[in-house]
């Protein structure tokens, strides 16, 4: 039996180790390959087979895209519309999933249910209808435009998270709050914001890189450089006469290797977030 | 702490915000689908003619349209080949990830960067990945003796290799975080139960079978809802990277949608197909609900 288990763990390692290579390989090579590339000459990628190792490394590539006036514009845009929004989501959904959690009130466990079932709610689905709506309001082609309807769809899973996290929090703590006359509103800005940082944390990361990342709503409510967003600006990208692969890979990186690096330095809460109520601690 | 409402502490100003933005871009739009979907909204033609009540004229002609029979078909096949791809792939992530090996919280964070990166960020790469002659995924897969010519072959162009390409992209895309939610249920597995198991001479695959297999399912559900309600509600990646083509050959229900509202701007047609897509999300996510709170919620 003793032989039997060291053969086994044995097998265990080696399949171990072989998948986790194959599978980071498979996750990484292809982002790093559009990395290198957004780092390689022009002449460099028409090789056959491409040579992409980008010796010396063309930065300035990186300046001319960020800068330009096609794509310079969505950057800024992004920048807008996702802090706004995400700040915005924060402060409603702050109180709801605090209200949501504690007040005993009538239709609070369905407010939840319809909060939650939000997640599921198809963007696509609505499309014409936003776009009637955000037309008839007059903010088509605005980033407030843009940045109204990301909020409602992102206070599904900032309540989700955040009501997972306040759950965590002792009721003891407030409740002694409480009896020393402290409002509602008192406890749950000086006493549980501070408990739950990792929660806000969580919720405004993914928030963020939902915004960040967000493709079809930005496409149908824009139409020039005033909102347009980077994803947008990506979808765009062409060449005069076909697609410019130096100048699209790079673009593609700017748009994504700062909330990549973000969210890996972050990751631990990112994964606490996405996971949290998936499993009850 | 379920306390009781103080007098003059109006509770429902907590909620208020959330539910606003909530009912008037969200909630409101069923109401406005299910009134576009039953009138004549054709925003190319003589305006008098809009806004005509035409009952169930739009499902009809949606049901009897080729197209969307087409996109429902291609739907089907390329979320079952999606999410076969990503749980399983999730699923050797996740036992993966739950061995202690050195460089394991590496491994983990390695899985954040796909989640992170754009939908069409993803969809440009894996284009790039397969273009004749530069792409190296061509070469990769001349190496492996898939393809005779890394210069010429070209996957988007050809109906099997351009849908092949997008449910790659799309496994690559979402697999961490299917995978995420599978580990987060490996760990909520007791430790005693193997211990246990091993007390009574169960082998690796016995310890998977019985314990690991039973008690992972309610996750894996959880990821093949999420997986099905993608197929039929993102379009970015196949956007980017086919637009549908060649032909229909790529065409998902999402993009048949899109292009019903503002290729052929028919915003009758386009309100019987969301209401479509309503239905369908809400029978998936009736059974999302119930699986996470049979299994999840009362753990």
Redesign the interface.
Known sequence: ?RR?NLL?QK???IL??V??LF??C???A??M??VL?SLSSADQ??L???N?LPIPPHFERYLAVAFSNEFGPTIINSLIVSSFATVTTL???L??S???T????KGRTS?L??????M??????????????IRAIGLFDTTPGLI??Y???N?AVS?WVLTNFFKAVP?EI??AA?LDGC???GILLRIVIPLIKPGLMAAALIVF?NT??E??VAL?LTITNRART??VG??SFQGIHE?N?SE??TA?VI??LP??V???FL?RW??SG??A????K | MQSKPRIGEPLYLYFLPAIAFVGVFLLASIGDIIYLSFHYFRLASPLQENGIFVGFQNYWNLLTDGRFQQSLLTTVLFGLASSAGTVLLGLAVALLANQSFKGNSFYVAIMVLPWAVANVVAGRQWSFLLQPGMGLANYFLFYLGIIADPLKFSALSTPLGAFSAIVVATIWKSTPFIALILLAGLQSIPRELYDASEVDGAGMFSKFRYITYPLLTPFVNIGLLFCGLGAMGSLDIVYIMTNGGPGTSTNIFPLFLYKTYFMAWDFGLGGAASVFLMIFTMITFFFLVRSLIKYVVRM
């Open positions: 039996m039997i086994e097998i265990r390692k171990t180790v998948g986790v599978t980071s498979f996750f990484v292809p982002y390959v559009m590339a990628l028409l056959t087979p491409p992409l402060v409603i959904t109180p709801a605090y209200g949501v504690r007040f005993r009130i407010l249910t319809l909060f939650i079932a939000l599921a709610f198809p963007s696509v689905g609505i499309i014409g209808y936003l776009y009637d709506l109204l309807p909020v409602a769809f206070i309540v009721i407030e409740e409480a409002s509602k509103m890189i960040w990342n493709f079809v149908v980077i994803p990506i979808a697609t692969w699209t890979t593609a748009a994504s909330v990549v973000l969210a890996i990751r990112i994964i996405l996971t109520g998936a499993v009850k």
